[in-house]
C-alpha cells in the first residue's frame, strides 16, 4: 500500500471548518483513500473514502487533487467532540489485499471553544 | 443493530498466563480484523479472517498467538505465556461480504494488562 504523509497535530476552532491534509504521493490507480478517526481510548471510526472523484456524507467532505497525490478531508463544522486522531489511508479496495488497515501516525486534532 | 461485541473490555493477567479475547461481528458480517495498539504507538493489523478460515495473518507474531474464527460463535484472539510487552489495546473490526464494501467496522477493544 502506498504510504501517506500527515501533519502531527493541528488545532481548530469549534463552529469553524477543520481541513485534514494528507499526502499520498505514491498512490497507485487503483488505491482508494480512507479517513478514519479515533477518539480517545475508543475503536476507529470509519468516516469517509473516495477513488478520484470529491465525496460528501453526513460527517465531512472528502477532496482528492487531480493527480490524486493528495486529498483533504473537510469536517464543515467542528465540535468538541470531533477531537481525535484522524488516519488517512490508502489502500486497494477490494480482494484480500485490500481488506487490510495500515494505520500510520494521523493527525492529533484538538478542536478548541 | 448492534455493533462489533469485544470482551472482555478489559483483562489482566500474569505473566506466563493465557489471555483469550472475544469478538462478535455485526450481524451478517462474515470477516473480522484484529489490530493491536500499544502504549502511546498507532494500530497495527494482526490477522485478517472469514468464517473457518485465515486469509491473512502477516502481522500475527510468530509464536504464542493464534486466532480463529468458527463457524459458529465469536472469533477468538488467543495469547499463550502472556509477557508484560503483550499489553495493549487489541481492536477488532468487521465487515460484510459484499462486491465493493469499503468499511471496517471497529469494536470498542479489549484492553491486556500483563503483571
Known amino acids: 500500500d502506498a504510504k501517506t504523509t500527515q501533519p502531527p497535530s493541528m488545532d481548530c476552532a469549534e463552529g469553524r471548518a477543520a481541513n485534514l491534509p494528507c499526502n499520498h504521493s505514491?498512490?497507485?490507480?487503483?488505491?482508494?483513500v480512507y479517513w478514519y478517526r479515533q477518539i480517545h481510548s475508543q475503536g476507529p471510526q470509519y468516516i469517509i473514502h473516495?477513488?478520484?472523484n470529491n465525496e460528501t456524507n453526513e460527517m465531512a467532505s472528502l477532496i482528492i487533487t487531480e493527480d490524486r497525490k493528495s486529498s483533504t478531508l473537510i469536517l464543515p463544522h467542528a465540535t468538541l467532540r470531533d477531537t481525535a486522531v484522524y488516519y488517512c489511508?490508502?489502500?486497494?479496495?477490494?480482494?484480500?489485499?485490500?481488506?487490510?488497515?495500515?494505520f500510520g501516525g494521523g493527525t492529533r486534532v484538538l478542536v478548541k471553544p | 443493530n448492534a455493533g462489533v461485541m469485544q470482551n472482555p473490555r478489559h483483562l489482566v493477567r500474569r505473566r506466563g498466563q493465557e489471555a483469550r479475547l472475544r469478538c462478535s461481528p455485526m450481524?451478517?458480517?462474515?470477516?473480522v480484523y484484529w489490530y493491536r495498539q500499544l502504549p502511546e504507538e498507532g494500530l497495527k493489523f494482526m490477522v485478517y479472517?472469514?468464517?473457518?478460515?485465515?486469509?491473512?495473518e502477516s502481522g500475527m507474531p510468530k509464536e504464542r498467538f493464534s486466532a480463529e474464527f468458527p463457524k459458529e460463535g465469536p472469533s477468538i484472539l488467543r495469547i499463550q505465556q502472556v509477557v508484560r510487552g503483550d499489553s495493549a489495546a487489541y481492536f477488532c473490526?468487521?465487515?460484510?461480504?459484499?462486491?465493493?464494501?469499503?468499511?471496517?467496522?471497529f469494536g470498542p477493544g479489549t484492553r491486556l494488562t500483563v503483571t
Open positions: 473490526a468487521s465487515s460484510p461480504n459484499l462486491p465493493g464494501s469499503h468499511e471496517q467496522y
Open positions: 505514491t498512490i497507485s490507480g487503483n488505491e482508494y
Open positions: 473516495g477513488l478520484k
Open positions: 489511508i490508502v489502500r486497494v479496495g477490494f480482494g484480500a489485499a485490500g481488506n487490510k488497515l495500515t
Open positions: 450481524k451478517g458480517h462474515s470477516h
Open positions: 479472517l472469514q468464517k473457518e478460515n485465515i486469509i491473512d
